[in-house]
């Protein structure tokens, strides 16, 4: 379940839809960068080169790309 959403002036539209349902927007100002979103993002890119190094391919199919990233967000 969600209770918090981080993120930056982008996500501003959505404050009113979301305290309807009781989660709490926490903005950050537009030039500024969300740390914990920022490490989750960079840990999931470092998971997916990790997964792509071992394999010995020198290109992959789209799709396959995608079901690489999978493992690395959950």
Do not use: W
């Not at 209770?3 to 979301?18: C, E, P, R």
Request: net charge positive.
């Amino acid at each position: 379940m969600v209770h918090t959403v981080l993120g930056d002036g982008q996500f501003a539209s959505l404050q009113n839809s979301l305290t309807h349902v009781g989660v709490v927007l926490n903005m950050s100002s537009r030039d500024k960068h969300v740390p914990v979103v920022e490490r989750h993002i960079r840990k999931i890119k470092e998971g997916t080169r990790a997964t792509y190094a071992k394999l010995p391919f020198k290109a992959l199919p789209q799709c396959v790309i995608i079901k690489m990233v999978y493992p690395s967000i959950f």
